[in-house]
């Protein structure tokens, strides 16, 4: 009898490994792990190492996950279609993390959770257009929404969010400038030694969405008790953190030193309320604080 919501397993095992497959997916009869591997090292682009040295390790259900190199190998050999995973949506936003994270958050006083009526969310994102035109206002744009629509802020009153960003925005600019991976440069050397350490290995053109979600999170927590409006947020900063340490090493296994490099980064970044405010904001046409005031919260 099939499992609830799931129907039977083909006759065709696994054309990688032998066990039982569910479906075709580009173009293979697979299980739901080779699938799921060739998916993620595909849009990763990882670069995996034989680990006997010779690349014809055994890949069947009990080794498959001994050599990920020749398991990649097989996939490549049995002519598994990359363009097909390539034309595929991103992944969803993993919603029942964000719904833990608004539970954690849910429990707190009214007082704290009163939040503005109106959200002017159709407005969201849009600067004033003749103010908004450099590079660097573009990430800055894309900051703002990013950090306004987190969901640690979720519980925050318009006002209070303004008066945060009013005082950080610079922090979480550099962060957001590292992820665009876009050609600007911040006149500071401790700016652009900390950036240098933390894109080794080429980190910032792979930083992925779901990274600085959290790592805006992490920021936010860690700067939480500056603000006695956000001194409530500050013990989420621990399990952020983990969240964060858990995706670097899922997605990451070729990179162990990734999460180190983000502690780093966090330290450098939170050293003071407003490092390197002033040449960050020389790369503008207009003072962030003035697009700060001027965005719709």
């Not at 911040?186 to 900390?194: K, P, T």
């Not at 933390?198 to 008790?225: G, V």
Request: charged fraction near 25%; glycine fraction near 4%.
């Amino acid at each position: 009898m099939a499992m609830l919501g799931r129907a039977l397993p083909s006759t065709v095992p696994c054309q990688i490994c032998g066990d039982k497959s569910y479906g075709r997916h580009y173009g293979l009869w697979t299980c739901d792990g080779c699938s799921c591997f060739f998916k993620r090292s595909v849009r990763r682009n990882i670069k995996y190492s034989c680990i006997s040295g010779d690349n014809n390790c055994v890949i069947d259900k009990t080794r498959r996950n001994w050599c990920p190199a020749c398991r990649l190998k097989k996939c490549f050999d049995m002519q598994m279609n990359k363009d097909a995973v390539q034309k595929e949506r991103g992944p969803r936003k993993d919603r029942s993390r964000i719904a833990l994270e608004l539970s954690l958050l849910s429990h707190l006083p009214k007082e704290i959770r009163a939040v503005e009526s109106k959200r002017g969310t159709e407005k969201v994102g849009e600067l004033i257009k003749s103010e908004s035109g450099s590079a660097a206002e573009q990430i800055f744009s894309t900051m703002l929404m990013d950090v306004s629509k987190s969901v640690v802020l979720s519980f925050t009153p318009h006002h209070h969010k303004r008066d945060f960003l009013l005082n950080t925005w610079n922090i979480f600019f550099v962060l957001h400038y590292v992820h665009s991976f876009q050609p600007l440069h911040i006149a500071n050397d401790a700016v652009q030694r900390s950036v240098t350490r933390f894109t080794l290995n080429r980190t910032a053109k792979h930083t992925d969405p779901e990274e600085i979600r959290l790592f805006n999170c992490i920021l936010i927590c860690k700067l939480a008790a500056s603000f006695d409006f956000l001194a409530f947020i500050g013990p989420l900063h621990t399990i952020y953190s983990l969240w964060l340490g858990n995706h670097c090493t899922a997605y990451y296994p070729e990179d162990p030193t990734r999460f180190e490099r983000f502690s780093i980064f966090e330290r450098e970044l939170t050293t003071s309320t407003m490092p390197y405010a002033g040449e960050i904001a020389r790369l503008f046409d207009v003072h962030p604080t003035v697009l700060i005031n001027k965005f719709p919260m």
